[in-house]
């Protein structure tokens, strides 16, 4: 079973940054798309980033500008930089990661890190 361990939450002022980290592991083969996504409570699990074995990215549009998203492939790492956060930021953060590992693919998710930012 491949596990996602996320770390990095925390509370924050207004402008300030904060920086999030996921680490994949568990008889994996290769990991294709790693992402981060955040949620509200009663709302949906929306996208913030996605980042490809490739390197390619794509950010939700509220983040563009402010969040960079980058990946150790060596490591399956995957880091998630805020800068200019604001109190919209505020949300729940879960590390995916999806791929193949001994026996099958796989489409893991991580435990959720709390990212609290104050106005």
């Known amino acids: 079973q491949v596990q996602l361990v996320e770390s990095g939450g925390g509370l924050v002022q207004a402008g300030g940054s904060l920086r999030l980290s996921c680490a994949a592991s568990g008889n994996i083969i290769s990991v294709n798309d790693m992402g981060w996504y955040r949620q509200a409570p009663g709302k949906q699990r929306d996208l913030v980033a996605v980042?490809?074995?490739?390197?390619?990215?794509n950010y939700a549009d509220s983040v563009k500008g402010r969040f960079t998203i980058s990946r150790v492939n060596a490591k399956n790492t995957v880091n998630l930089q805020m800068n200019s956060l604001k109190a919209e930021d505020t949300n729940v953060y879960f590390c995916?990661?999806?791929?193949?590992?001994?026996?099958?693919?796989?489409?893991?998710w991580g435990q959720g890190t709390q990212v609290t930012v104050s106005s």
């Open positions: 995916n990661a999806r791929g193949l590992r001994v026996g099958s693919s796989f489409n893991a």
């Open positions: 980042i490809t074995g490739g390197g390619s990215t």
